[in-house]
């Protein structure tokens, strides 16, 4: 199956990493925002987007084109993320092209949902807490994996 994982750098990459044993027996591709993270993942394709977040109007508009496109170009069957931005822009593109999508929120938001997971939560197949007071109906909470 093809899989795209896409996560910002820092805490978003380092959790996104902690799934690679669930990407044994799949076609993977990841996309970050540092192409230095290229190192991390050797062994798979991976892809430099542009950072963005909602201050930055010309970043984030950057960074929704070379999303956007990279993602109909790879055509995953299945988009994962960990956040922030880009991953958030994934998995809208991803719906477009009718991909299953994955949001798991960073485990540093304690008190609630991220703003870009309740984002998530309107188009997201499925959208994960790592804080099991923070499960609802919408939100699963299968442990941490940080």
Known sequence: MKVLAVA????????????????KEHDVTFM???????DTVKEYKFYHVP??????????MKS???????????????IITTGAAPGL????AGKLI??????????ANVDRLSMSGKMA??????????????QTEQVIYSGNIL
């Open 8 to 23: 910002s750098i820092g805490g978003h990459w380092i959790q996104l990493l902690r799934l690679m044993p669930l990407f």
């Open 32 to 38: 970050s925002t540092n192409p230095s993270l290229q």
């Open 51 to 60: 950072d963005s977040n909602r201050r930055d109007k010309v970043a984030l």
């Open 64 to 78: 929704t084109l070379s999303v956007s496109w990279l993602v109909f170009k790879i055509w995953p069957r299945v």
């Open 89 to 92: 822009i994934a998995i809208f």
């Open 98 to 107: 009718g991909a299953k999508t994955i949001w798991i929120d960073s485990i």
């Open 121 to 134: 939560l309107k188009i997201a197949d499925r959208v994960y807490t790592q804080w099991e007071h923070l």
